[in-house]
């Protein structure tokens, strides 16, 4: 991008400095992410009135802000050949995977590498298109600021900037969980993502065995740290965000020992379904966190059999970022998760 000046309108007088910029910048084609500007604005590249300002800075009618786009950071993740995962669809903004079970979404600490990260970037997905890095030496863009409330399209940049270990991520699904994940191929199209799973209208539903016999339900609670143990999150707290589960069960095997259920996301909180589930007393089977070892031999076995939570990811859909077309996706699980429910069928 190139520099850019822009002059502040009567209407978005006393505004943030911060809310402006992603208010007016987002109707540009190639406009910065919230986050972006965030960084921009700590490194100092955006003045006002040729002073370098804090993002919260109100703004008076008539100021001259100048922005100097930075090059988005590289990032430490490195790119790893042989990580294996299906791509669903993929065009020039998103692509869409079946991630396996036992694959990490992006590095962290004790996972420095062998994520999925790791195997977009040796799959080239945020390589910029041809032609991308052509230098452009035309002179600065000057833009009179719209007259329109700063606050009309985009909340506060307060977004930290992640994008050195995970590019392109706008939602993670847990490492033993497999299924459906989209993943975004270029900051614009991050942040529209990000808003949508903001919103909630992001479709997403799973499919999890459990034991117990477990009814149609809707689970509205607040979710956070387990007291006692950190590991693990609860919706058993006084204070947490509010977590939004409906359950529904699909089939039932041995009279109710277990059951197939489907689970639709309003929210979208760590291990949520996996801790409304078992805080319901139905917990996945194979989930060595919130679960226990089936006193039932064929579930043990089941469970042996899986070595992880039988979680999977089948149903996602959005709206296209650049596009605007609503997209709707649909993956079955894996075979381990088939072999279970094939010998769960069996029991008389």
């Known amino acids: 991008m190139r520099p850019i000046v822009l002059v502040v309108p009567r209407e978005a007088a006393g505004a943030r400095l911060d809310r402006f910029l992603a208010s007016t910048l987002s109707m540009m084609e190639d406009g910065p992410s919230r986050s972006e500007l965030q960084r921009w604005i700590e490194h100092g590249s955006v003045t006002v009135d040729g002073v370098v300002k804090k993002a919260s ?9 100048a922005v100097e786009p930075e090059a988005a950071p590289r990032t430490e993740a490195l790119a790893e050949a042989g990580i294996e995962f299906d791509v669903v669809y993929m065009d020039d903004a998103v692509i869409v995977l079946n991630k396996p079970a036992g694959l990490v979404v992006h590095p962290a600490r004790g996972h420095r590498s062998g994520t999925l990260v790791n195997g977009l970037l040796a799959r080239g997905v945020f390589d910029p298109p041809d032609g991308d890095e052509e230098i452009d030496e035309r002179p600065s863009v000057s833009v009179r600021a719209p007259s329109r409330p700063p606050e009309a399209r985009l909340p506060p940049a307060n977004a930290p900037d992640l994008d050195r270990t995970r590019p392109g991520i706008v939602h993670r699904l847990d490492k033993g969980t497999s299924g459906l994940m989209v993943v975004a191929r270029h900051p614009r199209a991050r942040e529209h993502l990000k808003e949508q799973f903001a919103a909630h209208s992001i479709a997403r539903e799973y499919v999890a065995i459990c034991l117990g016999d477990v009814k149609k339900q809707s689970f509205d609670t607040l979710h956070g740290r387990h007291p006692k143990d950190r590991l693990k999150f609860s919706s058993k707290v006084r204070t947490g965000k509010r977590a ?3 359950v529904r ?8 020992a277990a059951t197939l259920v489907a ?29 226990k070892a089936p006193k039932h031999a064929v579930f043990r076995e089941a ?12 149903v996602l859909g959005f709206v296209h970022p650049i596009t605007k077309e609503k997209m709707h996706f649909e993956v079955e699980p894996p075979a381990d998760f088939q072999v279970v429910l094939t010998a769960l069928r069996a029991i008389p």
Do not use: M, N
């Not at 800075?57 to 802000?65: D, S, T």
């Not at 689970?263 to 805080?279: F, K, M, N, Y």
């Open 263 to 291: 689970c639709r996301l309003e929210t979208g909180r760590t291990h949520q379904i996996r801790v409304h589930l078992a805080d319901a007393k139905t917990p996945i089977l194979g989930d060595p966190l919130y679960g």
């Open 303 to 314: 469970a042996e059999v899986l070595g992880r939570p039988a979680l999977h990811a089948r």
């Open 57 to 65: 800075e109100k703004l008076r009618e008539g100021a001259r802000i």
């Open 249 to 256: 069960p699909l089939e039932s095997f041995a009279h109710g």
């Open 244 to 246: 939004v589960t409906h």
